[in-house]
C-alpha cells in the first residue's frame, strides 16, 4: 500500500465517510490523517481528544492494512479457491506489504479458507468435468499453482483418473470434426491434440486407430 504520513498529535475528529459510512476519516491535530475500518476505531477505542504516538499511528494504519488485505483475499476465494502461493502472488501485485500479506494468510488458514489439498480434490474434479486431460498435465498444473508437489501427486494418484477412456472420448469428438480431412491429417492433428493434453504416446496410438475407425465406420 501507499506510504502515508506518519506523525503524532491529538484526535481532533472521527468523521463517517459520506460513501461509505463504515469507514472513518480520522484527523489529527484538525488535519485528515487517514481513514480506518470503523471496527479497527471501536476495537483501538479511538476517541476525540486522544493523544497518539507516531508508533500508535503507524499501529493503526498497519491494522487497516491488514483488514484491507483480508478482505482482497475474501473476494479473491469467494470467485474461487486459491492455494496459498497464488493468494500471496494476488495480494503483493496489489500493493500490500510483506507484512499484512503474512497476517492476511495466517488468518485465512485458522478460518480455513486456505487448504492445498482441497483446492486440488477440486481442481481434479473441475479437470474431469469440464477440459480433461492427461494426469501427468493436471499434476503439472497443480504444482504450478503452487501446491507441493507430493500432494498433486498424491491427490491425483487418488482420484483414479482413466487417461484412456478420457482420451478416447476427446478423441471420438475431434475426429467427427476432422472427418473432411484426408487420413494422414486426421492423425496428425488428433495426435497433436492429444499431446497437447498430455496424454503419451501409447495411448494417443490406440485412441487414433479406435477413433479414426470408428469415425470411418460412421461415415460408411
Known amino acids: 500500500m501507499e506510504n502515508q504520513n506518519i506523525r503524532s498529535g491529538t484526535i481532533t ?30 476495537e483501538q477505542g479511538l476517541y476525540v481528544g486522544q493523544a497518539l504516538s507516531e508508533d ?8 487497516e492494512e491488514v483488514a484491507s488485505a ?19 502472488r494476488r495480494l503483493a501485485r496489489n500493493g500490500f506489504s510483506a507484512t499484512a500479506i503474512e497476517k492476511t494468510i495466517e488468518r485465512m488458514h485458522e478460518w480455513n479458507y486456505l487448504n492445498d489439498e482441497d483446492f486440488a480434490r477440486r481442481w ?15 499434476k503439472r498444473e497443480l504444482v504450478g499453482k503452487g501446491v507441493d508437489a ?3 501427486a498424491q491427490v491425483v494418484d487418488d482420484a483414479e483418473i482413466d487417461e484412456y477412456k ?5 478423441g471420438k469428438k475431434w475426429a467427427n470434426r476432422l472427418s473432411t480431412e484426408d487420413r494422414d491429417t486426421q492423425r496428425r492433428r488428433l ?6 493434453r498430455g496424454f503419451g504416446w501409447d ?5 487414433l486407430d479406435e477413433a479414426l475407425s470408428d469415425s470411418e465406420e460412421e461415415l460408411a
Do not use: C, K, W
Open 13 to 42: 475528529a472521527l468523521d463517517a465517510q459520506a460513501r461509505h459510512p463504515d469507514r472513518v476519516n480520522v484527523s489529527i491535530d484538525d488535519d485528515f490523517a487517514f481513514g480506518l475500518s470503523g471496527t479497527i476505531v471501536l
Open 56 to 63: 500508535e499511528v503507524l499501529v493503526l494504519i498497519q491494522l
Open 70 to 88: 483480508t478482505q482482497s483475499a475474501l473476494r479473491l476465494v469467494s470467485h474461487r479457491a486459491r492455494t496459498e502461493v497464488e493468494l500471496r
Open 124 to 138: 481434479v474434479e473441475s479437470r474431469e468435468g469440464h477440459r480433461p486431460r492427461a494426469a501427468s498435465m493436471i
Open 150 to 152: 507430493d500432494t498433486a
Open 166 to 170: 478420457i482420451a478416447l472420448d476427446l
Open 191 to 196: 495426435a497433436g491434440y492429444l499431446q497437447r
Open 203 to 207: 495411448i494417443v496410438r490406440r485412441v
